[in-house]
């Protein structure tokens, strides 16, 4: 059972513009999402977290939102630039030491 | 300012053969984990260990085996390579969990063909 989702493969953006992947989640258990960043033949990289009890978390261009209600968060970049060209994952978990993944969402940033 | 080191890079096995991954980290970490990523599907977690002698299985466990003799290396063993794990392995290690709210540190992976 696929209890974190990515349903979008692929999104492509224009330099400058802003950026928004989403996730949505089953298990109401979750109490910790990651968003991760992945290049080619490298390991996935952390980007941003954020807690339960949060409804927003921001760190410079990025900033992810977190709707218990819905069972959805969303990574913000604003403004997108070539370099976030990238995988991007979505994680959550109930303890760090089980963590489930989305199947990721190619990010295209056009310059 | 290594981080978490995983060899091979690649890997190519026949049907039944066994092999062994390693994966060692220089962060001092307490957990570490083993993930799989087939293509399309995000990762899945084999085994993770919350410290020297501790082992636990993860959502994909059969097949592979794992021990943690030291803080530093965490091994993954396939006794009988099956062509149903042909994947990119990683390695993941972290200070804490649950209310430390660390995030994991990945190496660059281990592309893994059985034929």
């Known amino acids: 059972d696929q209890q974190v989702k990515q349903n979008s493969p692929s999104l492509s953006v224009q330099e400058g513009r802003i950026s928004i992947l989403n996730c949505d989640y089953t298990?109401?258990?979750?109490?910790?999402f990651l968003w991760y960043k992945k290049y080619p033949a490298e390991g996935p990289t952390f980007l941003i977290s954020?807690?339960?009890?949060?409804d927003k978390n921001e760190d410079g261009r990025f900033t992810v939102f977190l709707n218990k209600s819905a069972k959805h968060l969303s990574l913000h970049i604003v403004p997108s630039q070539p370099g976030d060209s990238a995988v991007y994952f979505c994680a959550a978990s109930v303890w760090n030491n089980d963590m489930r993944f989305g199947a990721g969402t190619r990010l295209t940033v056009k310059p | 300012n290594a981080g978490v080191t995983q060899t091979p890079k690649f890997r190519i096995l026949k049907i039944g053969q066994s092999m062994t991954l390693q994966c060692t980290q220089d962060?001092?970490?307490?957990?570490m984990y083993w993930y799989r990523q087939d293509p399309g599907m995000g990762l899945k977690l084999i085994y993770y260990s919350v410290g020297a002698g501790i082992t636990d299985k993860g959502e994909v466990p059969n097949g592979y085996n794992v021990s943690r003799s030291t803080t530093e290396d965490f091994p993954l063993r396939l006794e009988l390579a099956a062509p149903s794990q042909t994947s990119v392995y990683f390695c993941?290690?972290?200070?804490?969990?649950?209310?430390?709210?660390?995030?994991?540190?990945f190496g660059d992976g281990t592309r893994l063909s059985i034929l």
């Open positions: 954020i807690s339960s009890i949060k």
């Open positions: 993941a290690s972290s200070y804490g969990s649950g209310a430390s709210n660390q995030p994991q540190h």
């Open positions: 962060m001092n970490h307490n957990y």
């Open positions: 298990n109401s258990m979750f109490d910790y």
